[in-house]
């Protein structure tokens, strides 16, 4: 890739008008292909990016006329076959030689998964009605159940979309990481940047295990469990190699996530700490505990 026709994922933010959350779902669903990666934490877009973006974005207009019977718009379809043919990177485009309908689809639920992000962190769960949902994006209620059956339905793809977003992030920084510290610390980095905006999700979330429903209860096990559970395969590699003592590799995992949780809101409190700072205490704390002179207690 030639430098001068780098782009950032901020830059492409702005130039295509979509958020990075969403250039990252299209990528997942192999409707956008990837960037080129640098480094783990590094990756850079150029102009086919942009250019498939404003032909996704034209695509959101033309699926509502394709939702009400008529024929894919000619334009539409040569535009589908010229960044195939013109831009075969080893199989990733394969999602752009589907039906356009269902790539429009899946556009079209996205949109309205943010839409609900938005709108749940705002206002809340309960307080969020369908309607504020379909008005946010300008369509009908019965455009929403043609997608969702209920809004708890809805709720619950949400949280999905949060988790993968975050389990995706965070394998893309540690990919190229095999220290065990660094990659630590790089997903205590990662879900610090995800925390401030997905809080009150999955707050909400924790809020609806007291309800008699139990999908609640089951959502937080799976969400803590897809947390978790790369944790307890390190933990369980790190003891076999003696890196660390004998420990249990469930408790361990559920303690460094409780503790990046809690230190990634003691950080949105006030200006005192940065991440920074906070990492370096919990690491001093893992390593050095806390020194106890019991005969002094």
Same mark, same amino acid.
């Given at each position: 890739?030639? %430098?001068?026709? =780098? ?9 295509? *008008? ?22 783990? #934490? ?22 509502? /006329? ?31 030689? /589907? ?9 079209? /639920? ?13 206002? *809340?769960?309960?307080? #969020?009605?369908?309607?504020?949902? #379909?008005?946010?994006? *300008?369509?009908?209620?019965? #455009? ?6 209920? /809004? ?65 209860? %089951? ?13 307890? =395969? ?6 076999? =190699? ?44 893992? %390593?050095? *505990? ?8």
């Amino acid at each position: 890739m030639d %430098k001068k026709n =780098r782009i950032k994922i901020g830059e492409l933010e702005k130039l295509s *008008g979509m958020p990075r959350s969403t250039i990252h779902y299209y990528i997942r669903e192999g409707i956008l292909h990837p960037p080129h990666k640098t480094s783990r #934490t590094m990756a850079y877009y150029d102009e086919s990016h942009l250019n498939r973006l404003q032909a996704i974005h034209k695509m959101k207009s033309d699926y509502q /006329k394709m939702k009400n019977g008529l024929r894919v718009p000619r334009a539409l379809l040569e535009q589908r076959g010229h960044e195939s043919n013109s831009h075969d990177r080893n199989g990733d485009n394969r999602a752009w030689e /589907k039906d356009p309908v269902s790539t429009g689809s899946q556009i079209r /639920k996205q949109e309205i998964i943010e839409a609900a992000i938005q709108l749940f962190s705002q206002k *809340g769960y309960h307080h #969020t009605n369908v309607r504020d949902i #379909t008005q946010a994006l *300008g369509i009908s209620k019965g #455009t929403f159940y043609l997608y969702y059956s209920s /809004k708890r339905d809805l709720f619950i793809e949400v949280v999905d979309d949060v988790i993968r977003n975050i389990i995706g992030e965070v394998a893309g920084a540690i990919r190229q990481e095999s220290n065990l510290i660094k990659r630590t610390i790089l997903r205590g980095k990662v879900f610090h940047a995800n925390y401030t905006k997905y809080n009150e999700i999955l707050n909400q979330l924790r809020a609806e295990m007291a309800s008699e429903d139990p999908w609640a209860q %089951k959502k937080v096990k799976k969400v803590y469990r897809a947390l978790t559970e790369p944790l307890i =395969r390190e933990a369980r590699e790190a003891i076999k =190699r003696g890196a660390i003592r004998q420990v249990d590799p469930d408790l361990l995992a559920y303690t460094l996530i409780g503790i990046t949780e809690i230190m990634a809101l003691r950080s949105t409190l006030d200006n005192k700490y940065d991440f920074d700072q906070i990492l370096t205490f919990m690491f001093d704390l893992l %390593k050095n *505990g806390l020194n106890f002179d019991f005969n002094g207690l």
